[in-house]
Nanobody, 122 residues
Framework: VQLVESGGGLVQAGGSLRLSCAASGRTFSSFSMAWFRQAPGKEREFVAGINWSGTSTYNVNSVKGRFTISRDNAKNTVYLRMNSLKPEDTAVYYC????????????????WGQGTQVTVSS
């Protein structure tokens, strides 16, 4: 599976962005997907996950009520809608895929995108 993220950029605090992750290769609909992020000098952290059908999702506490993960299996794409952005959301955002249920562990994922930069100014 090849993953390509897009949609990052520079936004003011309180603004919104929608990230996309387009998948190609093996059957996208068989994979759980997740978004991770990595800020400078910090470890990569789990942000949100979604199961293969989109019927189960999870967001970490720091983004609950602000970020929404979704997927469109017909378009082989997973999205991360980000509202009410804060400067602490600044990071490189990565999408990832795995064959089982989504996990918060970086080591559980088989495929990764190259990342897209999100910068939130105060």
């Amino acid at each position: 599976v090849q993953l390509v993220e897009s949609g990052g950029g520079l936004v003011q605090a309180g603004g919104s962005l929608r990230l996309s992750c387009a998948a190609s290769g093996r059957t996208f609909s068989s994979f759980s997907m997740a978004w991770f992020r990595q800020a400078p000098g910090k470890e990569r952290e789990f942000v949100a996950g979604i199961n293969w059908s989109g019927t189960s999702t999870y967001n970490v506490n720091s983004v609950k009520g602000r970020f929404t993960i979704s997927r469109d299996n017909a378009k082989n794409t997973v999205y991360l809608r980000m509202n009410s952005l804060k400067p602490e959301d600044t990071a490189v955002y990565y999408c990832a895929a795995r064959g089982g249920f989504y996990s918060s562990s970086v080591d559980r994922y088989d495929y990764w995108g190259q990342g897209t930069q999100v910068t939130v100014s105060s």
